[in-house]
């Protein structure tokens, strides 16, 4: 008789909560094998030509403001090869790109990365989104609206274990807090900071629809969205992460943004699914906006095809029906599918944060071409906002001056 069939054969909720337990066991077990020693992830280092490339100099350029020496030369390694930090790269790239970077009177660009569907990319689309914006000179805040915490876990903290309740965006949703700057924490990537995710988020999906039975004039769409709006003076772009559900938690991370990004990988199911997103997405804006005699307006929504398989012969006609229907709304870049976003985010990493020395540099190169164009991309059309921004303002108090002259 076999060792494992148990008098009574069926699972009990006790059974449920061992097995629970077992499986946070071996992620933390995990999470120290992979990354040890110190079980916390650190950020890459730079060679002087990735930092030419970032801050598109000439490799004369490059050699002529190293001599100079007002910007941080680094270290050299074993070697003779020059090797600089994460955070000295961002000073590089914060004073040769200054053009590039949010102009003073603007505030920070808020993307939300959302599709109601699981495994899409969102949470990579994100993370990798941040990273290299942050790269370019950008300060970034990550919010995790996602209970599940996945982009929190890419950021090397584990979801249950090294995040508190009081340090998720819940204490919004509870009312306790009205702005978001109490749950901000650093990362160990220089120059973005993160509102991380855990398990307790759940609670927000009853919070708020009950707050909007008892409070008058409570707006549960708008909680995020107001509660970002000292963030927005201090950053230059917010990138939000959601779940694969329209969520209460998920409808504040798609009024909160002026830009959208929907990932979508190029096979029937997810593009059908797409186009559920958008029905649900209409009737709820309109219900909850337009009804209201209220508008929204987006600086841009994206569609990215990603985790797009070249070998797949159906997926080229699926891209056909997504560019017909999404139009210009869909990127000119294509992010591939590959074994090697796979492995790395098993390593919670992304391209960004792989040593491309490690690896088969051909497969690397491909998915790493491909996010640095999204990245270029994403920053034009921060660019175009931030200009809308400040041409808003500058019609705003021509208006306000004819309005004084005219009381005068
Ligand atoms: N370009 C890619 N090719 C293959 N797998 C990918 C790629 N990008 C991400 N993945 C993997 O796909 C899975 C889902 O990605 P994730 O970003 O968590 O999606 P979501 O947030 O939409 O659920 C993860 O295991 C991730 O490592
Ligand atoms: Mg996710």
């Known amino acids: 008789m076999s060792t494992r069939k148990k008098q009574d054969s069926r699972i009990s909720l006790e059974d449920l909560i061992t097995t629970s337990n077992r499986v946070s066991d071996v992620i933390e077990s995990v999470r120290g094998t992979m990354l040890a020693p110190d079980a916390r992830k650190r950020a890459p280092t730079f060679t002087t030509n990735q930092v030419a490339s970032i801050c598109a100099l000439e490799k004369a350029q490059m050699d002529y403001r190293i001599k100079k020496g007002d910007l941080p030369l680094g270290y050299m390694e074993p070697g003779h090869r020059r090797k600089l930090t994460l955070s000295d790269t961002r000073i590089w790239a914060k004073s040769e790109r200054s053009k590039s970077l949010r102009p003073k009177n603007a505030e920070a660009i808020t993307i939300t990365v959302a599709n109601f569907k699981g495994g899409v990319t969102k949470t990579t689309t994100a993370v990798t989104l941040a990273q290299g914006l942050s790269l370019r000179g950008h300060n970034v805040l990550v919010i995790d ?28 949703c509870y009312g306790s807090e009205l702005s978001i700057d109490y749950a901000i924490s650093p990362t160990y990537w220089d120059g973005i900071d993160i509102v991380p995710a855990n398990l307790a988020l759940y609670a927000a999906e009853f919070a708020l629809p009950s707050r909007q039975k008892q409070e008058s004039n409570f707006e549960f769409w708008n909680v995020l969205n107001n ?38 990988p190029p096979s029937t199911l997810d593009f059908t699914s797409s186009g559920q997103f958008w029905n649900l997405f209409n009737d709820l804006t309109g219900n909850l906006v337009t009804k209201r005699g209220k508008t929204k307006t987006f600086d841009f929504v994206d569609v990215l095809l990603a985790r797009v398989d070249a070998n797949d012969a159906s997926s080229s006609v699926v891209r056909e029906w997504i560019t017909a229907a999404y139009a210009n709304m869909v990127l000119p870049v294509e992010i ?73």
């Open 227 to 264: 509660a970002i709006d000292t963030a927005r003076t201090k950053y230059d772009v917010i990138i939000l992460d959601t779940s694969p559900s329209l969520s209460y938690l998920t409808i504040n991370a798609l009024l909160a943004a002026d830009g959208l990004i929907m990932p979508l």
């Open 145 to 172: 609206t996602d209970p599940q915490g996945s982009m929190t876990t890419l950021f090397g903290m584990l979801p249950d274990v090294d995040v508190s309740d009081e340090q998720t965006i819940l204490g919004l």
């Open 336 to 408: 591939p599918k590959t074994s090697l976003t796979a492995s790395a985010s098993a390593e919670f990493g992304t391209v960004y944060d792989t040593d491309p020395s490690t690896i088969n540099s051909r497969t690397y190169r491909r998915a790493f071409d491909a996010y640095e164009r999204v990245v270029e991309l994403v920053e034009e059309q921060i660019q175009t906002a931030w200009k809308r921004q400040i041409e808003e303002q500058m019609l705003s108090a021509r208006k306000r001056q004819i309005g004084e002259t005219n009381v005068a």
